[in-house]
């Protein structure tokens, strides 16, 4: 095999391939990029069993054709720190030379036959997705879902498409993120899925181009994103996902609407002054104000007052302010929309009809 | 949060009772909570009709009251015991069984380890009340259970009594009882099929989790850090886990500091060997349930011939009923002194874990700093005797003496046995400690019986 590639190209499908790899795993192999010379173009693949990534690299220019696996870290490491415009890639016996104008690298290879299939894109999507709207429905969604993967149902997030519509949901247990899309074309049953959300991590990766319309396809355990170059697939969580419908609270009786800028800074004030282990910010309404208090023992305490229009009693309510602050990061306009109902009740951020957030209060006394 | 207690599941109706009385039934108090598992609380009902009408028109109510009373976004669902529409059951948490091509569906247990059968003495007297108090309230009272002891002593009985037990007591919950190469098999497999998910979820939703062997995880840095995380998860949804082992936590040679303090935190508790009352009592128990015959003075006799474990006590029983059946006569105590006739005569070969057993009993010190990196002189003293020890009554070579006590080099065995023959001829004092060691462990017992 010998290859003379574009840089850049090269390191950005390594960058692709190394967040698919498995970081820490008994089986080296899983560790490796498996790069394939074919007639001309350069394919990259990647996996951890779990996700998997497949990469086509265009720009280059294949004198001959073969395979070789290598670690991935290291091949990115290399390639990251070289300056040239291209790059040639050489395998001789067993080892990958990798040389550019001034420097030259034989890295040890792997066996190729152990390195597992990944699955390709074969075929229509059952519907797709511009990469604009991709992005929105993750950025919207991804941080809300639960972190660490001891309830591990909810350590993904759920897809669950009707029809024309798609609804995406995360949830952590203490909030709720939803966000509505129709679909201009979609084929095959309705679907109900969880994807892990390290998969929607690489698919936020793989966004690279905001022109790219992107397919997607649910298979009996599996999902698979393609855009022109990339595929990119994962196993499903499988589990039961909460019954979100229910969750989400249908009589609240007071409104609130507030500059969304000036919102945002009164709730990253008012939680200058609060502890690590009471992470709560108390907030007053009364007609068109609202108090922001944060309390620290130790250190003291501060209030900011932010205009609003608040329509309902006067209502006293404590809330982490970092579940605010992720919310207000990810809603679009000047304006935010907040419904409320009582002090233990959950809140629900609005905006229009495709996005809402239902976070829980946080109990004051 | 997987769980909810009683007080917040009593809030939950007091809750709708107050906001939502219309729609409140009188028998709203026989329903029963069974979960909560993904941010869903289960609740149970008796029938069907029951169960439309709450989940038609009181599951905004309940939710709103879950969320209320756990301060979290919950939602509710409602079954029906023995759930025969199939559209509402409790998730099946072993719906990926199949994952574990040979695993079977049930666990297995051997059905004679039972608490009935299980005879209790001093020796294991705190082991078997800690299992008992366990099976009556899981993940209430000790968790985790720890028991360790030698071979043959009835840890393994102890744990799948305790199976046994909440098996036919609460059939509902959820029991998984496996050896620890089997976790660890199955997370080889599933590490290798990408079906880490699977495994999670098979393994962080049963009720109970006991795991036989427990010590085996040493050397497996990646098992143990999924054990590790399946253990808090349970550990933090008041699952209950018993392990069993054959030491204490802290001798498990490179078990991870933060898994040996959870292993402590419960209830770790020893089972010794049995004193010969229990000897007896084993044997009076084994013998009526295969329905010999033994006469009390050949129970004796056995009993006092072999003192090591309940295996032991059984294959006696088989040696002397098969050879009373030869000769076609009753078991009496000449034919029992004949069919034992070789068992205690042959001197078995002395263990190098026995030496270290004496010694730190002796020194008053801990096992694994013997076996340590720590060169205290408090500790290097103990560990050249028993280096000393081993080099006079085994004959294993230096190098394998000097990796037995801490991966150290044959110089250093060589060493240590030059500094205490020296020492042993200057210090009277010395010399008899030794003498005394080596003939603890030539009977065999860390403890001076005499």
């Not at chain 1, 959300?197 to 298979?219: E, G, N, Y």
């Not at chain 2, 088989?318 to 069919?339: I, R």
Request: hydrophobic fraction near 40%; include cysteine.
């Amino acid at each position: 095999m010998k290859v003379n590639v574009v840089t850049s190209a090269l390191l950005e499908g390594l960058n692709l391939a190394a967040s698919a790899a498995a970081s820490r795993t008994p089986k080296p192999v899983l560790q490796g990029v498996l790069i394939t010379a074919q007639k001309d173009q350069l394919l990259l693949m990647a996996t951890d069993l779990e996700i998997g990534i497949r990469h086509q690299i265009r720009q280059a220019e294949v004198l001959s054709t073969g395979q070789v696996l290598v670690p991935v870290a290291k091949l990115l490491q290399i390639i990251r720190e070289c300056a040239d415009e291209t790059i040639v890639l050489e395998l001789v016996k067993n080892a990958l030379h990798i040389t550019g104008s001034d420097s030259h690298f034989q890295m040890f290879t792997g066996d190729a036959k152990d390195f597992p299939a990944i699955p390709e894109f074969e075929g229509q999507g059952d519907f797709e997705l511009t990469a604009e709207l991709l992005r929105s429905i993750i950025d919207r969604t991804l941080f809300a879902a639960a972190k660490e993967s001891t309830r591990y149902a909810i350590d993904g997030l759920l897809w669950d498409r009707k029809g024309q519509l798609l609804r995406v949901v995360a949830t952590d247990g203490r909030r709720l993120a939803v966000a509505t899309c129709p679909l201009n074309r979609a084929a095959g049953p309705d679907a109900k899925v969880i994807i892990p959300s390290k998969a929607m991590s690489l698919f936020q990766r793989v966004i690279t181009d905001p022109d790219v319309t992107f397919q997607v396809k649910f298979l009996s355990n599996q999902v698979l994103l393609h855009a022109t170059h990339t595929t990119v697939s994962s196993v499903l969580v499988e589990g039961h996902f909460p019954p979100y419908e229910d969750v989400i609270p249908q009589d609240c009786n007071r409104h609130m609407h507030a500059n969304i800028a000036q919102f945002a800074s009164g709730v990253r004030r008012a939680a200058l002054l609060t502890s690590d282990e009471s992470k709560a910010i108390r907030l007053s309404f009364t007609d068109q104000e609202v108090t922001m208090t944060g309390r620290s023992p130790e250190q003291g305490e501060g209030s900011v007052r932010v205009a609003v229009r608040y329509d309902g009693e006067p209502l006293e309510i404590g809330f982490n302010p970092q579940f605010l602050l992720d919310v207000m990061k990810v809603l679009g306009g000047d304006e935010v929309y907040w419904e409320l109902k009582e002090a233990n009740r959950p809140g629900i951020f609005r905006e229009g009809e495709n996005y809402l957030y239902v976070v829980m209060p946080v109990n004051l006394s | 949060m997987t769980t909810l207690t009683t007080t917040e599941w009593s809030g939950i109706l007091n809750y709708v009772r107050q906001h939502h009385a219309n729609i409140t039934r009188h028998w709203f108090d026989q329903l029963r909570f069974i979960g909560l598992q993904h941010g869903t609380v289960d609740i149970r009902c008796a029938n069907l009709p029951q169960q439309r009408y709450l989940s038609e028109q009181c599951a905004r109510q309940f939710t709103e009251a879950a969320q209320v009373e756990t301060g979290q976004l919950v939602s509710v669902r409602f079954t029906v015991e023995d759930d025969s529409s199939g559209n509402q059951t409790v998730p099946a948490p072993d719906v990926d069984l199949p994952l574990f091509a040979n695993e079977p569906r049930q666990i297995l247990l051997n059905p004679e380890y039972t608490f009935d059968q299980f005879v209790t003495g001093p020796s294991n007297r705190l082991a078997h009340a800690a299992s008992v108090a366990v099976s009556d309230s899981p993940g209430e009272t000790y968790n985790p259970l720890f028991i360790h002891g030698s071979v043959g002593l009835g840890k393994t009985h102890l744990l799948q009594a305790v199976c046994h037990h909440i098996l036919s007591h609460r059939p509902t919950l959820n029991v998984l009882y496996l050896s620890c190469e089997s976790f660890i098999n199955h997370f080889l497999e599933a590490v290798e099929r990408g079906a880490l998910h699977q495994f999670r979820y098979r393994y962080r939703h049963v009720d109970l989790l006991v795991i036989d062997d427990i010590q085996f995880l040493a050397e497996r840095e990646r098992s143990q850090e999924e054990f590790f995380h399946t253990f808090n998860t349970l550990y933090q949804s008041r699952k209950q886990i018993i392990l069993s082992a054959d030491c204490p936590p802290r001798e498990i040679p490179s078990l991870e500091d933060r898994l040996v303090s959870r292993f402590n935190w419960g209830l770790v508790t020893r089972i010794d060997p049995p004193c010969l009352e229990t000897r007896m009592a084993i044997l009076r128990k084994k013998a009526r349930r295969r329905n010999l015959d033994f006469p009390e003075d050949v129970i004796r006799f056995i009993a006092t011939r072999i003192d090591s474990n309940a295996r032991e006590l059984e294959g006696a029983i088989n040696a002397v009923d098969v050879f009373s059946q030869q000769l076609g006569q009753p078991v009496d105590l000449s034919s029992a002194k004949e069919a034992l006739g070789d068992v205690s005569t042959v001197s078995r070969p002395i263990a190098i874990s026995l030496i270290l057993d004496v010694v730190a009993e002796h020194f008053n010190v801990k096992k694994s700093d013997i076996q340590g990196k720590r060169r205290h002189k408090s500790i290097a003293f103990p560990r050249q005797v028993a280096m000393y020890l081993t080099r006079e009554v085994t004959s294993h070579s230096l190098e394998e003496i000097g990796s037995f006590f801490g991966g150290r080099d044959h110089t250093t065995v060589l060493h240590a046995n030059r500094l205490i023959g020296r020492l042993r001829q200057e210090d009277n004092y010395l010399s008899a400690t030794l003498d005394q060691l080596k003939s603890r462990i030539s009977n065999g017992s860390p403890v001076d019986r005499g």
